[in-house]
């Protein structure tokens, strides 16, 4: 195939003088070469017959077969690379043969295999090396020999790059791969170029060879096409390079890392420039999808990346730094709009197109609204800096303004390789945070300690700081929440080496803060606003504000609803940043936990009055206008979130705001449809969707129903079940309040007043008339499934002080409206919103004591239990464990015999029946149906009934129970016939107890340790005549001893602390009390297995002190003699225990605790007596007497 010249028309014919003379030179040459012995030296022939003709023999290779000459040419430099380097002209030889390749492949392409590719770039290495080994060893001072070496150097590596681009082909992976490793050698062997220096000190001369490189360039020339190569073969075949070339490829930029770290300050010019950008767009290409890990190399690549984000800026004058504390100072005064509107009218340079710029067009107006986006690079304020989408691409300016953008090509560079590697690895990056943000000072421009924020603050080139505003929404979405949430400020004057992590990232935070906020104020670009807003959002859910200044929250909001209120440049762009911005103040109302200051800011708003003002500025009249813009969804849905944060976090302000919310929810329902609207504000752009209003209308009704929550005093679901722990001694000591996300946060009342007060209940009531009578009635029965979920919501958020003060026709609606959505609604989110709030409301006395509404909430909870849909079936089994709840606590409270459920023994059976179903399902299916069993298995019958008296225990929940006549009348009428049922029921229960233990998560575990609790207070249950006894016992010490889990260790001893006599524990007393000691005296060398446990440490030592001061009043009533030699055998261990718990027993000053403190003293009492009894049997007297005495000192 004939090679083909750059503009020639048609190939000349292969018999033209240019070719002849080509043929002859290179037949003689061959000739020549197989003399023996040969008259001239090969460096005599070559430069003779080829190099002495090189432009003619670049003529020639035109017009020849593009094989003839490629055969040449391998012969060539075959007979080049034989050639011994000793030789004094080997040099110029190297050289004048890479030139001559370099403009023959410029013009010829090739069509070269695997071997001939081999050749090339083996020839290539020889002369390669040849030449860096020269440049390496050459006088620095001249300069000029370097770069006699070096440029040809490059010829070298642009000939092969020729080549490749040339070779319209597919390369094969195995070609690729030699030509990078060839590259990487490259590389490596430049680094020990002296002239890697700026190239200045090569400008004196010129080398006098007839070269078309200037004399100027250096080895960093030569890297720059090293590297550009080889963004070349990654960005073409990158993927499919083996592992071990990447690490190769990782371990040569790690030794440029190195280099340039070990280097003093990057130099700032155009050669260096290029370079620089060409190893950081190469760096970039292997850190998008790296293939072996970079954990290793993160830390020396952010030291040196941080080098290059004010790269091209350190020459600049004061005056160009962010404009605080300076001359500046008056715009800085200004409202954000007035200086936005300064800024605008100011003597800028608008943009020109290339081909105007040389022309004298002054007396041309352009119009500065079109062109707001081009702000000349030495415009002095970062506010509103940015650069002209062609920034990057007209080539024709001044070579100052060319400057400036090459070196923030290089800033950018930089910053995506940050970006890369937070990406890469986030968990290596946030080691590096503190090198990355700001720890003081962000508002001052310091150069020497450049940050992303110094760019994005500082920086003159827009697409820099959209970079680094990229690049900081990746670095802090990258970062551990865990990570950042240790974050605490401290003021502190002291200055040293060391400062805590928790500081370091509180310092970070805190300048975070003050950059972002600074700039949402005075920024207004739109696309650089947004992604501002995107990096507030991000901070905002990173920040511990409990542990940061306390002012801070509220200057965030304030900042936010500033800009608001200012309003944005763009109209085009309005609409997504108002809707950004109310996004921001939903994430910092939504803190949790609450602030005092935002409550105190709030209160102070609505106590103004600013209902009814429209002129009123603060933050809820600000979300109050915004969500009533209904023509806008998008804005008006990110304002009802707001509101929906406000009122979850701040509930003692939905009072004074209820008729703004009322009015608010109304006028939704009476004006969004699910049509779209015919008409719409022109301020917005985007016609609004019925999904959209759908979303519009739900959060509205969220609105109302977080608001109806707050005013009513809603706490979560009524527990019936563990007040008794209350009053339990070591128990109550570490009792954790329990957070129930969807109950408003009452913990700043809390503070002062643990109750809800009387006058908000009050006003509950009247909100929630005011609600069913106005609201409900319009979205029970919407069309909308969606809508319809979130009104029967509404019901779960109802006390009970509120429902018992309805009339009972609105008691019937409310139960007959969950009912029919429950039982008839055909969406299945709107019967699992049904069913949890028929599991809220079931716990209701009014409710639980009705057998009428039972029989109707356990039908439709039966019903739901069938679903298809798991997420149906979750929240029907836990409608269904509440019922049972309820059920078992009416039967507690109720006289003896005359108990709700027995009345109805077909209640239990459907209910047991519903639940053993349940327990094969799903986990968090599985985990509701055992806590029901548990209260189920609790109120079941029998007729082995034990009637022996009980004493009132510390427990303080049962009754003494005395055996007579009526009693035992009453107990007959409850042994029927079906008592052998209750048994097999009962079985079958236990079944299901052990077989959620071996097959549930840790949540059914926990559940079944609760339930076989609840199993054990059955009364009417003789334990130790169950066979399954001592299989359960013994799965409660297994979980104990082995539960990784803390909460499921603390249920088990609590389980185990259940039965009241020796006689219950059956067989397995023994092993009990000899495994509960063994943790109890280890309890101090227990692992902690992760960091969710650590805060439940104290719970379980409690709770393991209760269960073994329980079992021990019992160990003087067994006959077990080995469990009896235990004891003596741990006797003094078990003294030196009672002893720091009678210690720890006295240690309290509240009046309060007193009662408490002897109920503990009772019980270490009480079991120093029974072991005092077992030594004296043991004829332990010396023994027996320390604990007397230890008894006595109480």
């Not at 190297?94 to 295999?113: A, E, G, K, P, W």
């Not at 993927?239 to 790690?254: M, T």
């Amino acid at each position: 195939m004939a090679g083909t010249g750059f503009g020639a028309t048609a190939p000349a014919p292969s018999s033209t003088p240019l070719a002849r003379s080509w043929r002859t030179a290179f037949l003689t040459l061959r000739d020549e070469t197989l003399t023996i012995p040969p008259r001239n030296s090969s460096a005599q022939m070559l430069d003779n017959l080829i190099f002495s003709h090189s432009n003619a023999m670049v003529s020639a290779a035109v017009e020849l077969p593009s094989h003839e000459v490629l055969s040449d040419i391998l012969f060539m430099m075959e007979l080049v690379s034989a050639t011994s380097s000793d030789e004094e002209d080997c040099t110029h030889i190297y050289t004048q043969t890479s030139l001559l390749i370099h403009d023959i492949c410029s013009r010829v392409s090739f069509d070269m295999n695997f071997s001939s590719f081999s050749s090339v770039l083996n020839c290539f290495g020889k002369m390669l090396n040849l030449f860096l080994r020269k440049a390496a060893t050459s006088d620095g001072v001249v300069g000029v020999s370097s770069a006699t070496t070096i440029i040809p150097a490059i010829e070298c590596l642009q000939a092969i790059r020729c080549i490749i681009t040339l070779s319209h082909r597919r390369w094969l992976q195995s070609e690729d791969t030699i030509l990078v490793k060839f590259l990487l050698d490259v590389i490596v062997c430049s680094y020990g170029v002296s002239c890697w220096m700026p190239h200045s000190i090569c400008k004196e001369k010129s080398t006098g060879n007839n070269m078309r490189f200037s004399t100027e360039r250096s080895s960093s020339e030569l890297q720059t096409v090293a590297f550009e190569m080889l963004s070349e073969v990654i960005s073409r075949a990158g993927s499919s390079f083996p592992v071990d070339i990447w690490r190769s490829i990782f371990e040569v930029f790690r030794k440029t890392m190195d280099v340039l770290a070990l280097k003093p300050p990057v130099v700032e010019d155009s050669v260096m420039s290029r370079f620089y950008e060409s190893f950081l767009c190469c760096l970039h290409l292997i850190l998008v999808d790296p293939k072996c890990s970079v954990s290793d190399h993160v830390s020396v690549f952010v030291a040196v990346l941080r080098k290059f984000l004010i790269y091209g800026l350190s020459g600049r004058t004061p005056g160009t730094s962010l404009p605080v504390g300076h001359e500046k100072k008056e715009l800085n005064n200004m409202s954000p709009k007035a200086s936005r509107e300064k800024l605008n009218k100011s003597d800028h340079s608008t943009y020109r197109p290339p081909h105007l710029r040389k022309r004298d067009c002054l007396n041309v107006k352009h119009n500065r609204a079109r062109h707001s986006q081009y702000i000349s690079d030495s415009e002095s304020s970062t506010i509103n800096v940015t650069s002209s989408d062609s920034e990057f691409s007209d080539g024709d300016g001044s070579v100052k303004d060319s400057g400036r953008v090459q070196n923030s090509r290089v800033r950018i560079a930089a910053i995506t390789c940050i970006q890369d590697l937070c990406q890469a690895d986030s968990k290596s990056l946030s080691m590096q945070c503190s090198l990355l943000l700001p720890t003081s000072d962000v508002l001052q421009q310091r150069m020497h300690d450049a940050t992303l924020m110094t760019c994005l603050l500082f920086d003159p080139c827009l697409k820099a700081r959209m970079a680094s505003a990229s690049t900081l929404v990746t670095l802090l979405d990258g970062l551990s929440s865990i990570f950042l949430q240790v974050a605490e400020y401290k003021e502190s004057n002291k200055f040293g080496s060391f400062m805590a992590l928790s500081s370091s990232l509180g310092k970070i935070l805190l300048e975070l803060h003050r950059g972002l906020l600074y700039l949402v104020e005075h920024e207004a670009h739109s696309k650089l606003l947004a992604l501002l807003f995107k990096i507030i959002k991000l901070v905002i859910l990173s920040t511990p504000y409990s542990r940061m200044p306390p002012t801070l929250l509220p200057i965030v909001i304030t900042s936010i609803r500033t800009r608001i209120e200012e309003g944005f440049w763009l109209k085009s762009d309005r609409s997504s940043l108002l809707a950004a911005a109310i996004g921001c103040l939903t994430l910092a109302l939504s803190t949790s936990p609450s602030s005092a200051q935002i409550r105190k800011m709030l209160c102070d708003e609505v106590s103004s009055g600013y209902i009814g003002n429209e002129k009123k500025s603060g933050v809820l009249s600000t979300l109050f206008e915004y969500s009533m813009q209904w023509s806008c969804p998008t804005i008006c849905l990110e304002a009802l979130q707001a509101l929906k944060a406000a009122s979850h976090n701040y509930p003692n302000i939905v009072a004074a705001c209820w008729e703004q919310i009322s009015a608010m929810v109304y006028g939704f329902l009476s004006t969004i449809c699910l049509e779209t609207p015919s008409r719409q504000s022109s301020e917005h752009v985007g016609s609004p969707t019925p999904v959209i209003n759908e979303k519009v209308l739900v959060t509205a009704i969220k609105v109302l129903d977080e608001g109806l929550r707050a005013v009513s005093g809603f706490q979560g679901t009524e527990d019936l079940s563990d007040d008794k722990l209350m009053g339990v001694p070591f128990a109550s000591d570490c009792i954790r309040m329990k957070k129930v996300s969807s109950a408003p946060s009452y913990e700043l009342e809390c503070k002062d007043d643990i109750v809800v007060n009387f006058e908000a209940c009050e006003s509950g009531i009247q909100q929630w008339h005011e609600a069913i009578e106005k609201h409900m009635p319009l979205i029970l029965c919407h069309s909308s499934a969606m809508v319809r979920a979130a009104s029967v919501t509404c019901f779960a958020g109802m006390t009970s002080s509120v429902f018992i003060c309805f009339t009972k026709e609105k008691q019937d609606f409310i139960l007959s409206s969950l009912v029919h959505a429950a039982v008839r609604d055909n969406v299945p989110s709107v019967r699992s919103a049904a069913c949890r709030a028929i599991g809220i409301i079931s716990c209701f006395p009014q409710v639980c004591q009705s057998a009428e509404v039972l029989d109707k909430f356990i039908h439709a909870v039966e019903k739901n239990s069938h679903d298809v849909l798991i997420s149906v079936r979750i929240t029907a089994s836990w409608a269904l464990a509440n019922i049972c709840d309820a059920i078992c606590h009416s039967d507690r409270i109720l006289p003896f015999g005359q108990t709700g459920s027995n009345s109805n023994p077909q209640l239990i059976v459907s209910l047991s029946e519903c639940a053993l179903h349940l327990t094969e399902d799903g986990d968090k299916v599985k985990s509701n149906a055992v806590r029901a069993l548990g209260y189920i298995s609790r109120i079941l019958k029998f007729s082995t009934s034990k009637f022996q008296d009980t004493t009132l225990d510390y427990h303080g929940c049962r009754t003494a129970t005395y055996l007579n006549s009526e009693n035992l009348m009453v107990s007959q009428q409850c042994c029927t016939s079906d008592s052998l049922q209750d048994f097999n029921r009962l079985e079958r229960i236990v079944q299901a107890f052990i077989s959620c233990i071996n097959t549930g998560n840790v949540k059914v575990q926990w559940n079944v340790c609760h339930a076989l609790g609840n199993l054990f207070l059955n009364e009417t249950l003789r334990l130790q005549d169950m066979d399954w006894s001592p299989v359960v016992y013994g799965i409660l010490l297994q979980l104990l001893r082995d539960s990784s889990n803390f909460k499921i260790r603390i249920q088990a001893a609590a389980a185990l602390a259940v039965p009241v006599s020796v006689q219950d524990y059956g067989p397995s007393f023994s092993e009990i009390v000899q495994s509960i000691e063994h943790l109890m005296e280890n309890i101090e060398e227990d692992q902690i297995s992760g960091p969710s446990n650590f805060k439940y440490r104290v719970s379980l030592q409690k709770q393991l002190t209760l269960t073994m001061l329980h079992i021990l009043r019992f160990t003087s009533s067994t006959n077990d003699q080995q469990l009896k030699d235990f004891l003596v055998k741990k006797a003094s261990i078990l003294e030196d225990w009672f002893k720091g718990l009678c210690s720890s027993a006295e240690e309290t000053n509240d009046v309060q605790d007193k009662c408490t403190v002897d109920r503990k003293r009772v019980m270490i009492s009480s079991a120093i007596q029974s072991l005092i009894e077992v030594y004296k049997e043991k004829k332990q007297d010396a023994i027996a007497q320390k604990f007397e005495e230890l008894k006595n000192n109480m």
